[in-house]
């Protein structure tokens, strides 16, 4: 009874909002990452600010900033004359609250990860895309919200890197690490925190990979300790990688952490239910490297136990 209820909440579909940044091609952002929409208001010029940042919106006193979405992937900035027949998308994501100004709002659909694939690699590092897919036969772009956010306010406010004592990073050496996200600029945090501390890891873009990687070092004789996860991706999400991974005896024995830019109390109890250990939220290196020490201290508890120590 209880692997059905983990494996209906890894299996079920995502909300996405459709949306149009020019008047034909429709867009997507997975819906967990929306506060709310709201019809154009005008908006409060804030100096010196990012030149996609068109200005800032008081929204229930909460004064956000406002991004041309269609420029900031681009588009051509909308007009003057559009603008006034926008909405502003409001998203709570990496710690942030933000505004995207879009021309036009379709619709929210139900669509399983599985349905959407990657984007093409011949798009480039820089391409604004974290999965594609086909709606009524239409092509859906879902965007790398992420990318956006870091490339206007590059510099978040929060720790990217930490010093760890001689003990901690001993404690982390060890341990066979793998790190996945369909995010650009995560995976490049995630890689830049381990960096600078010269710990080691495997990392790939999907949880298709990831499943894949997990099971081939188990054959090899060095299973995965340690698996830090975005929750949506194109193929396998966070939930349905984590649910595969706790039902393959092979494998299934990692410490898992599911890391998210969803500032979601939903996304963190779910999370638990499909059997992650924890649940944070995007970025903080102080607060991923903490829960990757419970989980090199989770291992050694285990060993001690099945040792008989």
């Not at 579909?13 to 020019?22: K, Y």
């Not at 967990?32 to 208001?41: A, D, G």
């Not at 054959?219 to 300790?225: E, F, L, N, R, Y």
């Not at 250990?277 to 989980?295: C, P, S, V, Y």
Request: aromatic share 4%; glycine share 6%.
């Amino acid at each position: 009874m209880a692997q059905s209820v983990m494996k209906s909440k890894a299996s079920q579909s995502q909300g996405l909002l459709l949306f149009r940044l020019t008047p034909t091609q429709s867009f997507a952002i997975g819906t967990l990452k929306i506060r709310e929409i709201v019809p154009y208001t005008p908006l409060t010029m804030l100096p010196g600010s990012h030149r996609f940042v068109l200005g800032a919106a008081t929204i229930r006193g909460v004064t956000t900033p406002v991004i041309d979405m269609a420029a900031a992937v681009g588009y051509s900035p909308l007009s003057r004359e559009e603008i006034p027949k926008c909405f502003i998308i409001i998203t709570d994501c990496q710690r942030k609250t933000i505004g995207f100004l879009v021309r036009q709002i379709e619709r929210i659909i139900e669509c399983s990860w599985k349905d959407i694939e990657p984007p093409s690699k011949s798009l480039g590092r820089h391409a604004f895309l974290t999965g594609v897919t086909r709606i009524n036969e239409k092509i859906v772009q879902l965007l790398d919200v992420e990318l956006i956010i870091s490339m206007v306010f590059p510099d978040s406010g929060v720790t990217k890197h930490v010093s760890l004592t001689d003990v901690q990073r001993e404690k982390l050496k060890p341990l066979n690490i793998l790190l996945v996200d369909d995010s650009l600029v995560a995976r490049a945090q995630l890689s830049d925190a381990l960096d600078s501390m010269n710990i080691l890891y495997k990392v790939t873009a999907n949880g298709t990979e990831a499943l894949n990687i997990m099971r081939q070092e188990a054959k090899s004789g060095t299973p995965i300790d340690l698996l830090v996860s975005d929750i949506e991706m194109p193929g396998l999400d966070g939930y349905e990688l984590t649910f595969e991974t706790r039902n393959d005896p092979d494998i299934a024995a990692p410490y898992i952490i599911l890391h998210t830019s969803l500032s979601s109390a939903i996304s963190v109890s779910q999370a638990h239910q499909v059997g992650a250990n924890e649940a944070l939220t995007k970025f903080d290196a102080g607060e991923l490297i903490q829960a990757m020490l419970r989980g090199a201290d989770h291992k050694k508890a285990k060993q001690l136990k099945s040792s008989g120590g």
